[in-house]
């Protein structure tokens, strides 16, 4: 991992974590605020890209259309494509920028959970390698989670001294950064913990949740969008494949906080989804209701205004036939009197 995006993207992401332990103390908890508070953040960005594809679903029959026209000219196809974007002011890939940002944020997660030491409590390495050895860790051959091995045994440490750490702990960590006691468990499942399905802890059911409310994301995202593009449509139905895999995958070779972490950011995906596309969609209908309506009215003033000239028009007609008339009735009226 670069030492930049430890400092840019993990460490702040590590304080937020700790921020929410501290108030709510519970570690499961707080993953599940904290995926949550991400998706809150994210939410001018997910109305962003939720209007630009309720527009690119208003094109579905212009889009569809030069792809008939278009179909053995792929080079044409996209041009036109591009200007019909560009002519209704949309950006095809606008929309897919919400999608990516669970991503970074899930591998900061993963840095926090996998280095709680560093990254939460804000140790340095030195620090670290001295608490290992007060508790019995070899770093070396401790793995990837060996910080979480030497949190576990500080809070086991912790709890046997009654509540308060001890002196050999203090003396090490004071001034170094804050000193935590981290419990991993949620609902008798340890979060530190990578699942297997051979576990009798049963905490395999973290991934395959991961995998059923990814697959319940997709497919509410693919109902919400409505689209009728073929290709879209087709990517939509991919999307409903790889992703529930992929996380199943994960859910299996990454701690259970992850797993926790990716099952609520899909569950608050698919209410963020059906409340932002009731309501955007909702918001369109009525604006472009109002467009017809001002249309009609417009319409309808213009017909009202041809025909009140017509009338005119033909009041103007009238009048002058009249005029003429009534001055050759006068004419002849004069010459009849000089005979």
Known sequence: MGEIFGI?????????????????????????????????????????????????????????????????????LNEEMQKLYERHGVNPMSGCLPQFIPLPVMMGLYYAVQQPLKFMMGFGDQVISQLAQLVGVNMETAGFYGQITVAEKLGDLFMQNGGVWPDSVTAITDGAGQLLNIDFSFLGLNLAQTPSITDPSIIWIIPILSGATAFLSSYVMQKMQNTQ????????????IMMPLMSLYFGFILPGAIGIYWIFNNVFTCVQEIVLTT?????????????????????????????????????????????????????AKKKKGAK
């Open 229 to 240: 593009n073929s290709a879209a449509a087709g990517q939509m139905r991919m999307l409903n």
């Open 279 to 331: 309501y955007l969609r909702g918001k369109k209908e009525k604006k472009d209701a109002e467009e017809s309506a001002l249309a009609a009215e417009e319409k309808e003033a213009k017909r009202a205004a041809h025909k009140a000239a017509q009338i005119e028009q033909a009041e103007k007609a009238r009048a002058a036939v009249a005029a003429s008339e009534a001055g050759k009735e006068k004419a």
């Open 8 to 76: 840019v993207i993990v460490r702040p992401l590590g304080l937020l974590l700790l921020w929410i332990f501290e108030h709510v103390g519970s570690y499961g908890l707080a993953v599940i605020l904290f995926a949550l508070l991400v998706k809150l953040v994210c939410i001018p960005l997910a109305i962003k890209g939720k209007k630009n594809m309720l527009a690119m679903s208003a094109l579905n029959t212009e889009m569809q259309q030069l792809q008939k026209k278009y179909a053995n000219n792929r080079v044409k």
